[in-house]
């Protein structure tokens, strides 16, 4: 079944391996993608790989430039846009006497300064459409804390609470507002910890492994598809049972 048939759906961080995964998913059920990253020749690597994919290379610390590139991303959809998945971000970490404040302002810019106005911009245009979903990824670690990840666990927690600001004001636009809480997923993040870290992680995992990428893009599918149009102002936890909220 085609969920999001002929839907026009910008995605960021579309270059890494949970980007990757949410882009196969919303193609094979019908969307139409525009793939947005840093990585250029990850970008090629996808348009090449699907159709109905356009791509456009943005670097979320300018911020200044996120209302034109909604401009341009939904420009290169047709002019359209019926759903943001705001998957872009990163971590700088270390221990809070440690951080500076370069590390501590770099993570909130990219992770939640560009989401915000990202949404804000994209929900201009759904406005005018009368309906529109955005699916905005956080973090387990938003929930928990972690240990130096005081800017990143930051950022994401903050997220959460924005989401739920937006999706109290535009809720009677029929704009749905809600967000991914990710445990942690096999990606080339995740493969750069310590061995032992990792498996004292897995130890802690109900489920016993790490998930897959897959697992959050199936999340993904829900939450931009009509089958979640009661649903607003939520954090779906994919987590293999590690965070019980």
Known sequence: MKNL?????IVTGASGGIGNSIV???IDNGANILASGTK??????LKSSFENIKTLRFDMTETDKIEEFIENASSKLGGNLDCLINNAGVTKDNLAIRMSLDEWKKVIDINLTSTFLLSKFAIKKMLKNKSGKIVNITSV???TGNLG???YTASKAGIVAMSKS???????KNININCISPGFIKTSM???IDQKYKEIIVSKIPSGKLGDPDDIANAVLFLASNQSDYING????VNGGLYMA
Do not use: F, P
């Open 5 to 9: 048939e002929n839907k026009n759906i």
């Open 166 to 172: 937006l999706a109290i004001e535009y809720a009677k």
């Open 190 to 192: 995740t493969e750069r």
């Open 24 to 26: 196969k998913n919303l």
């Open 149 to 151: 990840q005081a800017n």
């Open 234 to 237: 939520e954090t779906l936890h």
């Open 141 to 143: 670690v938003a929930h």
């Open 40 to 45: 250029v020749e990850k970008l090629d690597e």
